[in-house]
Nanobody
Framework: QVQLVESGGGLVQPGGSLRLSCTASGIIFRFYDMGWYRQAPGKQRELVGRITSNGDTSYWDSVKGRATISRDNAKNTVTLQMSSLKPEDTAVYYC????????WGQGTQVTVSS
């Protein structure tokens, strides 16, 4: 059974930072490209960024320069760090694994508000 479990969401003040983690089980993690997506109320799910199985990263324009994705294959974990948070970063953040097949986590809520 494949599971992707996100953690680290919550309430953050504007200008603050967050660190989200996603731990995978049931897959050979090192073979998977891992992505972070987010979905704000009333909007479509959008890509935040991804890290390939080779460790190459890419980011959506709206977070470029503010986000860093890293992975630890020994711990089956991918991490998203974001800084200079804005209210428009408020969303449910999802972890995604892809390697032919694909899997989603259940999501973790991030709210940026004073």
């Amino acid at each position: 059974q494949v599971q992707l479990v996100e953690s680290g969401g919550g309430l953050v003040q504007p200008g603050g930072s967050l660190r989200l983690s996603c731990t995978a089980s049931g897959i050979i993690f090192r073979f998977y490209d891992m992505g972070w997506y987010r979905q704000a109320p009333g909007k479509q799910r959008e890509l935040v960024g991804r890290i390939t199985s080779n460790g190459d990263t890419s980011y959506w324009d709206s977070v470029k320069g503010r986000a860093t994705i890293s992975r630890d294959n020994a711990k089956n974990t991918v991490t998203l760090q974001m800084s200079s948070l804005k209210p428009e970063d408020t969303a449910v953040y999802y972890c995604h694994a892809r390697s032919g097949d694909s899997y989603w986590g259940q999501g973790t809520q991030v709210t940026v508000s004073s």
